[in-house]
């Protein structure tokens, strides 16, 4: 599989006059989010992005090499890509993947979320945004959010749905001007850093005497084990590709979508922070890269390296 080149910095530590920025963990963050927080994370304020060079950015990367040893192909995806023949997309439409976080560029504004992939699973789902692309409500994208897996093109990838669809093409061409409410660094191609390729790593395979978490095996409510308290801290994986949970107090949400030998993601988005008696069930799922149930039917899952992380039954 073809690779993405990216900005390389220079001897200061910055890009193009681009000061290098943090890689989100893979592991998500329980944020405190004031009322009034979330509505501006929702709302924004007014900016629009230009259109772009019509013609291939010369500051867009190549497409060079391929994955080191041990790094997942999803790695190829991370770049600065003009988004074509999406459900009610423009021409002037950027999809920006950096590691873990995506901002989907259009004429009103930007839209931010999370994005997972392995070597052929693709998930993404918003969860706020500037400009006039939102109002008062969380956006939806919906040919991203049914996006379950990406392939090769010609002109770079397809993002695909469950029956094999390509539901957008990906191509290196142009740029979206910067917004005054968004650094300017969104509107430019993510840098390859130690940090990415570290959130690229393959998983582990699962340990043995457990079989491959499926889809069906999945389906419905569970609880953590050796947590017995009366807050219900739970996960539900409906079979829409959303889950649902909560550690006791606070809720959490996203996509998830299995694979071939117990290859598990799923996205996550920001949550309050109360402190009360429970269990990290939404950041086990989060965290997760495999799944395997055991011969009780326990689920258990597993971060990149093989540790496990939770242990659940069914609820």
Sequence with gaps: MRNVGW???DASGTVGGMTRFAVPSRTPTALAFPALAVLLLLTGCAGQPGGGPSGPNPDAPPMIGTPADGESEAIGLVNLWRVSGAAGETDSTWLRLDAGEFQLWRDCGMI?????ASDTLFIAAPFGGMGDCVTNTMPTVFWLES?????????GYDLVDATGTTVASLSIDGGPEPIPTAAEFYAQPPELTVQVRDYFHAAATLPSGLSPATDAALDGKWVPVAHAVSTDPHVVFASDGTWTGSDG???GQGRWAV???GEFLA???PSTLIACEGAPVPAWVGQAATAGIDADGRLLLFETAGNEVGRLARG
């Design 267 to 269: 996205t996550s988005g």
């Design 112 to 116: 931010t979320g999370s994005w997972r």
């Design 147 to 155: 996006a379950t897996g990406f392939t090769v093109s010609p002109e």
């Design 259 to 261: 694979g071939r030998d």
């Design 249 to 251: 107090c606070n809720g």
């Design 7 to 9: 900005r390389h910095p």
